[in-house]
C-alpha cells in the first residue's frame, strides 16, 4: 500500500534495546519520532554512541543480533517495517529503501568486477536485461559521473580510489531506484575535496531523481551542506529537530549549541569551545536530562525531571527545560 | 556505543572466561574432556586390574548388563582376559599424554615458523612456507606408517611423528595471523621506537597471536588422536600389549561378532574425545572472532 | 624562521628537521617477473625544514605524498634521493629497524587511536613504551621511575591517573587518541608528528584534541609536523603550512597569510572544499588519473584538474610549462603562473541547497 502523498518514512516511537554482557538489556535508542517528507533531506547528527547508527539499521531491518526493536513503529510509505520478516525485508531493501556506508570497501565485493556488482540490483529490483540491462548500467555510471568505458567497468574494487567506490556504492544503492536513501558517514573516509565533490553530487542525484535521504553524520557542516531538515541526537534520545538553518543560526539546545561552537571555522580559528565530560553510559538510568551533567546551564531541575520535546515555532522542537519559553536560556 | 563496539566486548581473551551464567556450550564438552583427563591420571586408583596381563581364564566376558557379565568386570573382558574397562581408562593415558606432548612439539616449532615466517616476510617467509606446503603435501598416515615400521613403533616415536605432522598446519594458521597484525600500528610504531624485533615478537605478536593458536590446537588435538589410533590400529603406532583405544580396536575387530564390546568401547571414546575437543575449539573461535560480532 | 623551499638549504643549528631534495619512489611491480617497471614518485624533490619551536603543517588529498613525508621524517622510509636530516643526524639511510628516528628525538602520534594501540597492553604499559623500548626486565626502581611518569603523563593528557592498569577497548576514541599522545609525549622528543590527529574522532571531540595539543605545544614547547587533508586541524595547530599534491609543494607559507589569500589554485580549491566554505571554486570534473594522461608531460602537473585554468579561458603556458617553486611575497612560496589571480576566484560563492 502506497500513499502517493504524505512522508515517505515515518518514524513512531522507535525504542531500541541492546543485550549486554550480563545479559541485561540497555535502552539506546529512546523513543525516537521523526519523518521525511517525499524528496527531503533529512540530517541526523549524534556523536558515536548517540544512537543514530542503530536507527537507520533499524530501517532497514539490519540490526545486529544483539540488538532489538523493543517498540513503536517505522513506516515505509505508510507500511510498518518493523513487523516484516526478514524475507518481506529482503524485497524492500534496495527497491525501496537503500543504504550507502561510511567505508565503501566492504559494501563493495571485492572478487567481482564493477559491471556485475552494478548489474545484479538492476537485474533484480527492475527486471532489466540484455540490452535494456547494458544501457541502464550506463546510464548509472554517468549518473555518478564515473566513465562508463569498458575498462572502468571490468575493474575491481581494489583498482578505485575511495571516491569512485563511493560513487561506483552510490549507483549501485540507487540502481532499484529507491524512494529513500540512507546515507551512514558516507564522506568520513573521503580526503576533503572528495568530500565536497560527493556532496554535491548527492545533491544533484536528489534534485534529478526526487528520493528523499537520511543523512547519518557527525559532522554538522556536512549536515548543512546538503540538508533541509536536521535532529540532533544525544545519547539516544533526539534533543533539536528543526530547518538546518535556523537551527543554525539559533540552536535551542545546549548541546546543539556547544557542538556548533566546537566547529573550528577557518576564520575563527582561535575559538574552540570544546564539551566537557562524556556522554552517560549505554543503560545508564537518568532521572533527568541527559545532557545535564556537561551543560553549562543546567539547574536542578534538569538533574530530576526530563524535559519533553517542546515545540519552539511552527517547526522547531527541542528538548530542554532552559530554552523552553520562560526558560533561563537566552536564545 | 556503535554498532561495531556491541560485539567488541568481545574482545579476545577478556572474557572467555569471566561467564557468570552456565551455559551448555562449553561446558558439557569441557566437563567431558575433564573426565577423560581425570580417568587418564587416576587410571590406577579407578581399576585394580592390570592393563596387560593376560587372564585366559576370564576371557571373553560381556559387559556387566549383559548375559553372562559380570560387575566385576564393567565393561567385559578382550580375548586375552584383560578388563576392558581397565584398558580403556589406561589407553586414555595413552592418548591424553600423546596429545598433550606432540601438540606441545607441534606448537613450539609451528608458532615460531609461522611467526617469523610472517614477521621476516620475503625470501625467509617464502623459504618456510614452501616447506610447510610440502610437508602438508605429504600423506600423513603413510608417513608417519613408514616411519613407524622403519624405526620401530614406540611412544617416544610416535610423538616425534606426530609434531612433525601437525607443526605445518599451525604454521600456517600463525603465520596468517601475524601478516594482519603486521599491519596494525602498534607494530609499526613499536618499529618506529626502534623496539628490537625479538621483543616486538614477544611483547606484541605472540600474546595477540595467542587466540588464534588455541583454537588452532585445541582442532588438532582430535587430529592427533585419530592419527595414533589409526597408527596403533595398524600396529605402528603404540606397541602391544601396551593399552591404546587404537590398539584395542585392533585387538577387537576379528572379534566384532563374538566380542563386539571389545572394539566398540574404545571407538566411543575417541568419538566422544575428539568430538568435544572440537567443539570446544569451534566455541573458542566464536568467541574470539571480531568477524562474528553480531552473533552471541 | 622556515627557510626557502625552493632549493635546499644550509642546514643552520636552529633546524630540527631539514629535508633537501628528498625524493621518494615506490616500485608497484607485483612479480619480480614482470618486465614493465611502474614506479610511483611518493615525494618528488621536497625541501623542507623546520626550526625548533615552529609547528609545520603538510596538507594534501590522498597521494599528495604528505604521509611519505611523514614516513621520511620518521626513518621509517628511506628517501631514494636526497638526504633527510633530524637534529643534524641523517636518518633513514638503511632499511633496519634501528635506523629509525631515536626515540628522543620524533615520536609519532598515529593516525587511527583503534589499531595503534596494542589491545592486550595495558595503557601504562602502552606510554611506557618508548621509555622501557619493551625490555621484560625492568629493576624495581626503573619500573618505578616508569610508573610515576606514566602517572605524570596521564595527567597531562587529561586522563586519569588510576586508569593505567586498564586497556585501550575500555576507553573512547577520544580518550585513546590522548593515551597515544601520552605515548608520544613519554620520551620528552622535540619533535612529534601528528598524522591526521583528529580525523578518525567526532566533531564534539575534534575540539577537546586540538585544544589539548595546543596547550602542550605551549607547556611543552615541542615542535609540530602535522599531516592531514583538513585544513583546519592544520591551522590550528600549525604556524606555517606546505600544500603538497602529486609529491610536490604548491604552495607554502605562514598559515593564517595562506588561508586569507591563497597563491596556489589547489590551496584556494581545499579552502572551498572544508565544510563551511564556499564550495564555489570547485573544477567541475571529478580528478581521475586518466585525465592526467591527456596532458603532455611538461604541462603544469596540477591543470588536469584545474579550476583556474579553465576560468582563464585555458592559457598555452600552463600546457607549456610546469611551474617552479618560486617566491612570492613575504616567505611565501607558490608554484602557478597565474598566482595572482588565485585571490580573485575565492570571492565566488557557491548557491548551496537553500538559495537565500
Known amino acids: 500500500m502506497t500513499t502517493p502523498t504524505g512522508p515517505v518514512l515515518e518514524v513512531r516511537d522507535l525504542s531500541i534495546s541492546v543485550a549486554q554482557p550480563d545479559g541485561s538489556r540497555a535502552t539506546v535508542v529512546d523513543k525516537v519520532n521523526f519523518r521525511i517528507e517525499r524528496g527531503g533531506a533529512t540530517g541526523l547528527v549524534g556523536e558515536s554512541g548517540s544512537g543514530k547508527t542503530l536507527t537507520s539499521m533499524a530501517i532497514m531491518g539490519l540490526l545486529p543480533r544483539a540488538a532489538r526493536v523493543e517498540s513503536g513503529e517505522i513506516l515505509l510509505e505508510g507500511e510498518d517495517l518493523v513487523k516484516k520478516s526478514s524475507r518481506q525485508m529482503r524485497r524492500i531493501r534496495g527497491k525501496r529503501v537503500a543504504m550507502i556506508l561510511q567505508d565503501p570497501m566492504t559494501a563493495l565485493d571485492p572478487s567481482f568486477t564493477i559491471h556485475s556488482q552494478l548489474s545484479d540490483p538492476l537485474r533484480q529490483h527492475r527486471g532489466l536485461g540484455g540490452k535494456e540491462l547494458a544501457g541502464a548500467v550506463v546510464t548509472a555510471m554517468e549518473q555518478v559521473h564515473l566513465p562508463a568505458t569498458k575498462e572502468r567497468l571490468r575493474q575491481y574494487p581494489h583498482q578505485l580510489s575511495g571516491g569512485m567506490r563511493q560513487r561506483a556504492v552510490s549507483a549501485i544503492a540507487l540502481a532499484g531506484q529507491p524512494r529513500l536513501l540512507i546515507a551512514d558517514e558516507p564522506t568520513t573516509a573521503l580526503d576533503v575535496t572528495t568530500q565536497a565533490r560527493y556532496l554535491q553530487l548527492l545533491g544533484e542525484l536528489q534534485d534529478s531523481t526526487g528520493f528523499a535521504v537520511l543523512l547519518v553524520a557527525h559532522d554538522l557542516l556536512v549536515v548543512r551542506h546538503v540538508c533541509q531538515q536536521v535532529m540532533v541526537m544525544y545519547s539516544g534520545q533526539i534533543v533539536e529537530e528543526g530547518p538546518v538553518e535556523q537551527v543554525f543560526a539559533d540552536p535551542k539546545h545546549p548541546y546543539t549549541r556547544a557542538l556548533i561552537g566546537a566547529i573550528p571555522v577557518l576564520d575563527d580559528i582561535i575559538h574552540l569551545e570544546s564539551i566537557d565530560g562524556q556522554a552517560p553510559d549505554v543503560g545508564e538510568e537518568l532521572a533527568g536530562c541527559r545532557f545535564a551533567q556537561r551543560c553549562k546551564f543546567s539547574r536542578d531541575i534538569c538533574e530530576t525531571a526530563v524535559p519533553e520535546l517542546s515545540k519552539h515555532d511552527p517547526d522547531r522542537t527541542a528538548r530542554c527545560w532552559g530554552t523552553v519559553p520562560g526558560g533561563w536560556i537566552s536564545t | ?296 | 624562521m622556515v627557510a626557502d623551499p625552493t632549493q635546499p638549504a644550509e642546514t643552520t643549528a636552529a633546524d630540527l628537521i631539514s629535508l633537501k631534495n628528498v625524493c621518494v619512489r615506490y616500485n608497484t611491480n607485483r612479480s619480480p617477473f614482470s618486465r614493465a617497471k611502474s614506479e610511483i614518485l611518493a615525494a618528488d624533490r621536497v625541501n623542507l625544514s623546520i626550526s625548533r619551536g615552529r609547528s609545520l603543517g603538510l596538507v594534501g588529498g590522498s597521494g599528495s605524498g604528505k604521509s611519505t613525508i611523514a614516513k621520511v621524517v620518521m626513518g621509517m622510509v628511506k628517501p631514494t634521493d636526497g638526504i633527510a636530516l633530524v637534529d643534524g643526524h641523517p636518518i633513514g639511510q638503511r632499511r633496519t629497524v634501528g635506523n629509525a628516528a631515536p626515540p628522543r628525538l620524533v615520536q609519532i602520534v598515529p593516525q587511527d587511536p583503534y589499531s595503534s594501540l596494542d589491545p592486550r597492553m595495558n595503557i601504562g604499559n602502552i606510554i611506557a613504551e618508548p621509555m622501557t623500548l619493551g625490555r621484560p626486565f625492568m629493576s624495581g626502581a626503573e619500573k618505578a621511575r616508569a610508573r610515576s611518569r606514566v602517572a605524570e603523563l596521564l595527567d597531562l593528557v587529561g586522563l586519569r591517573a588510576n586508569r593505567a592498569e586498564r586497556y585501550p577497548h575500555q576507553f573512547s576514541g577520544g580518550q585513546r587518541q590522548r593515551i597515544a599522545i601520552a605515548r608520544a609525549l613519554a620520551a620528552s622528543p622535540k619533535l612529534i608528528v601528528l598524522d591526521e590527529p583528529t580525523s578518525a574522532l567526532d566533531v564534539s571531540v575534534r575540539a577537546q584534541i586540538l585544544t589539548l595539543l595546543n596547550r602542550l605545544h605551549e607547556e611543552l614547547d615541542i615542535t609540530y609536523l602535522v599531516i592531514s587533508h583538513d585544513l583546519v586541524t592544520v591551522a590550528y595547530l600549525a604556524s606555517d603550512v606546505a600544500v603538497m599534491h602529486l609529491g610536490r609543494i604548491v604552495e607554502f607559507g605562514p598559515t593564517t597569510a595562506m588561508y586569507r589569500t591563497p597563491r596556489h589554485p589547489y590551496t584556494a580549491e581545499l579552502i572551498a572544499s572544508t565544510p563551511g566554505g564556499n564550495g564555489g571554486f570547485l573544477s567541475q570534473q571529478w580528478p581521475a588519473a586518466d585525465l592526467r594522461d591527456a596532458f603532455p608531460a611538461r604541462a603544469c602537473r596540477y591543470a588536469y584538474r584545474c579550476g583556474l585554468r579553465s576560468r582563464l579561458h585555458e592559457p598555452a603556458r600552463c600546457l607549456d610549462e610546469d611551474p617552479a617553486l618560486r617566491p612570492d611575497g613575504p616567505n611565501h612560496f607558490v608554484a602557478c603562473h597565474f598566482s595572482d589571480a588565485v585571490v580573485d576566484l575565492t570571492n565566488d560563492t557557491h548557491d548551496g541547497p537553500h538559495p537565500e
Open chain 2, 1 to 296: 556505543m556503535s554498532v561495531a563496539t556491541i560485539g567488541a566486548a568481545q574482545l579476545p581473551g577478556a572474557r572467555i572466561l569471566r561467564r557468570p551464567r552456565l551455559r551448555l556450550m562449553p561446558t558439557l564438552p569441557l566437563i567431558v574432556l575433564a573426565l577423560i583427563v581425570l580417568a587418564a591420571v587416576f587410571a590406577p586408583l579407578l581399576t585394580s586390574y592390570d592393563p596387560v596381563r593376560n587372564d585366559i581364564a576370564n576371557s571373553l566376558y560381556p559387559p556387566f548388563w549383559m548375559e553372562g557379565g559380570s560387575t566385576e568386570h564393567l565393561l567385559g573382558t578382550d580375548n586375552f582376559g584383560r578388563d576392558v574397562f581397565t584398558r580403556l581408562v589406561y589407553g586414555a593415558r595413552v592418548s591424553v599424554l600423546l596429545a598433550v606432548i606432540s601438540m606441545v612439539i607441534a606448537v613450539v616449532v609451528g608458532a615460531t615458523v609461522g611467526v617469523v615466517a610472517g614477521l621476516r616476510g620475503g625470501s625467509v617467509d617464502a623459504l618456510l612456507m614452501r616447506l610447510v606446503d610440502m610437508i602438508l603435501a605429504i600423506p600423513s598416515f603413510l608417513v608417519a606408517l613408514v616411519f613407524a615400521v622403519a624405526v620401530g613403533p614406540s611412544f617416544r616415536n610416535l610423538v616425534l611423528i606426530l609434531g612433525f605432522l601437525i607443526w605445518p598446519r599451525i604454521a600456517r594458521v600463525v603465520r596468517g595471523e601475524t601478516l594482519l597484525l603486521k599491519g596494525q600500528d602498534y607494530i609499526k610504531y613499536a618499529r618506529s621506537c626502534r623496539v628490537p624485533t625479538w621483543l616486538i615478537l614477544l611483547r606484541h605478536v605472540l600474546p595477540n597471536v595467542l587466540p588464534v593458536l588455541l583454537v588452532a590446537t585445541t582442532l588438532e588435538v582430535g587430529e592427533v588422536i585419530l592419527l595414533e589410533a589409526g597408527l596403533s590400529f595398524l600396529g605402528a603406532g603404540v606397541p602391544a600389549p601396551q593399552a591404546s583405544w587404537g590398539v584395542m580396536i585392533a585387538d577387537g575387530r576379528a572379534l566384532v561378532a563374538t566380542g563386539w564390546w571389545i572394539a566398540l568401547f574404545p571407538g566411543l571414546a575417541i568419538t566422544v574425545t575428539v568430538l568435544s575437543t572440537n567443539m570446544v575449539g569451534d566455541w573458542i573461535r566464536d568467541r574470539t572472532d571480531p568477524k562474528s560480532r553480531d552473533g552471541r
